[in-house]
């Protein structure tokens, strides 16, 4: 029988990883997707849609489907997704690895403000300028709804939902995005401030040497910390000779 591996994806790397595996015969892939995004690209193999029920319902598809390897190649801070699948894997005794990019790193003349969380991001704006520049996403933006007196300028792939702040333009655009571009913007609406997650990778951090070039504070929001026995590969090929060696194992 072939090995079964679940990717639980929807971020490029996870694409990489599908596409890196349909190449090599004889294995089974099954994407996960969460299904936040409405028009998904294309996947190498097998795509599920949904959740699955919490812990206990992952681990029983597990076994129902004879998956040999999870992966988790979920956004960094997808916190909720990466504890189910520690204690679903956990529970089915199937492996676990976790793919995920590096953060990013401060350098000569930037100004970051690192915080734990969106509510504490929020709390730093009103000290560092009226007018934000917010790529968190189109979830969580309840946490800065308070902020009454600021402006924002939300960037996101799709329309966020309310509560939003009440003064708020949002522009939708999916990256990667250039310096010069990211320039532009921050000119272009008088940026105060930035605020960001610490997503990683290059498809987004042009905003970064822009803010950087430009004198401007950053908000950079830390990543959530992974579960307890777990631990993170940088890229896919990494992960892919972890893979191999799991998947030897369970022949």
């Known amino acids: 029988m072939s090995p079964h591996v679940l990717i639980l994806g929807g971020t490029t790397e996870a694409r990489r990883l599908a596409a890196a595996l349909a190449a090599r015969p004889g294995i089974r892939i099954t994407t996960s997707l969460a299904g936040r995004v409405s028009r998904p690209g294309a996947l190498d193999g097998e795509v599920r849609v949904g959740g699955f029920g919490g812990p206990e319902g992952l681990a029983a598809w597990l076994r129902e489907e004879g998956v040999d390897a999870v992966v988790d190649a979920t956004h960094p801070f997808a916190a909720t997704i990466t504890a189910n699948a520690a204690?679903?894997?956990?529970?089915?005794?199937?492996?676990?690895?976790?793919?995920?990019?590096?953060?990013?790193?401060?350098?000569?003349?930037?100004?970051?403000?690192?915080?734990?969380?969106?509510?504490?991001?929020?709390?730093?704006?009103?000290?560092?300028?009226?007018?934000?520049?917010?790529?968190?996403?189109?979830?969580?933006?309840a946490a800065f709804a308070g902020l009454t007196e600021l402006r924002f300028l939300v960037r996101s792939v799709e329309p966020p939902e309310p509560p939003l702040p009440p003064h708020t333009h949002v522009l939708l655009a999916r990256g990667p995005f250039t310096v010069a571009d990211e320039t532009a913007l921050l000119r272009e609406h008088r940026v105060d401030v930035l605020v960001t997650k610490d997503?990683?990778?290059?498809?987004?951090?042009?905003?970064?040497?822009?803010?950087?070039?430009?004198?401007?504070?950053?908000?950079?929001?830390?990543?959530?910390p992974l579960p307890e026995g777990v631990t993170a590969l940088p890229d896919v090929p990494v992960l892919l000779a972890r893979l191999d060696e799991v998947l030897a194992r369970a022949r």
């Open 199 to 224: 997503s990683g990778g290059a498809a987004t951090s042009a905003k970064l040497t822009a803010a950087r070039d430009l004198g401007l504070p950053v908000v950079v929001v830390r990543r959530p």
């Open 87 to 141: 204690a679903a894997t956990a529970a089915a005794r199937v492996p676990l690895l976790v793919l995920r990019r590096p953060g990013w790193q401060p350098g000569p003349g930037d100004r970051w403000h690192p915080v734990p969380s969106l509510e504490a991001a929020a709390a730093a704006l009103p000290a560092l300028g009226p007018r934000v520049f917010l790529t968190t996403g189109r979830l969580g933006l």
